[in-house]
């Protein structure tokens, strides 16, 4: 399979803790995108990082990219309880004007109030 | 707003019946569109690319007569899964890309149950 792996499954935490979720992935991207889906919904996409980039921020995510070990790391901090959700990572692999997208395993997040 | 919707959201139907999901682009223009398809507590499966004015392209082990698409516009495209039986239960989710563009839109997904 050429689907992402990623960890946790699932995550439980207080909120305003912060939330770490870890992507690996097995090809050569163009770029690593992150979404978010809440129960029953479609997704929202959160942050997009280039292959030639290590760090993004937005708000309260911050991306970490690595492609020499093919993983990405996804930090939400002081989270709230709206930030319950799965979050999976997608990559872009293919030639330029492609678009198509493999989703990760996903991490299910719950944010305790 | 949503730049993608997805009708219906929820279908409840026999076994046989034939179930047809329309995703619309609302304010772009789509050359091409994906189908996903959604287990419960699993990841989104990649099922086919369709493409405006040309056949659609399949995943490895999807059946192109089982679940017809057609792009017949540059706004919409539509999944019709053929004859449904149980095992055709899932969620099922397109999203497009804007032209030259990166993230892609989602729509909000279809429930499909079949009886």
């Known amino acids: 399979s050429q689907q992402g792996e990623e960890d946790p499954q699932a995550l439980s935490i207080q909120e305003g803790e912060n939330a770490t979720m870890n992507c690996s992935y097995k090809?050569?991207?163009?770029?690593l995108q992150w979404y978010r889906q809440n129960s029953g919904r479609g997704l929202v996409h959160l942050i997009l990082?280039?292959?030639?980039?290590r760090e993004k921020h937005s708000g309260r995510l911050r991306v970490t990219l690595d492609t020499s070990k093919k993983s990405s790391s996804l930090l939400i901090t002081a989270s709230r309880a709206a930030d319950t959700a799965s979050y999976f990572c997608a990559t872009d692999a293919n030639g330029a004007g492609s678009y198509q997208l493999t989703f990760g395993t996903g991490t299910k997040l719950s944010v305790i109030p | 707003g949503a730049v993608v919707s997805q009708h219906p959201s929820w279908v409840i139907c026999k076994s046989g019946t034939s179930v047809k999901i329309e995703c619309r682009s609302l304010d772009f223009q789509a050359t091409t569109m994906f189908w996903y398809r959604q287990f419960p507590k699993q990841s989104l499966m990649l099922m086919a690319t369709?493409?405006?004015?040309?056949?659609?392209?399949?995943e490895q082990g999807v059946e192109k007569d089982k679940f017809l698409i057609n792009h017949a516009s540059l706004t919409l495209s539509t999944l019709t899964v053929t004859s449904a039986h149980p095992e055709d239960s899932s969620f099922y989710i397109c999203?497009?890309?804007?032209?030259?563009?990166?993230?892609?839109?989602f729509g909000d997904g279809t429930r499909l149950s079949i009886l």
């Open positions: 369709s493409n405006e004015g040309s056949k659609a392209t399949y």
């Open positions: 990082i280039r292959s030639n980039e």
């Open positions: 999203s497009a890309p804007r032209q030259g563009t990166q993230p892609q839109h």
């Open positions: 090809t050569s991207i163009n770029n």
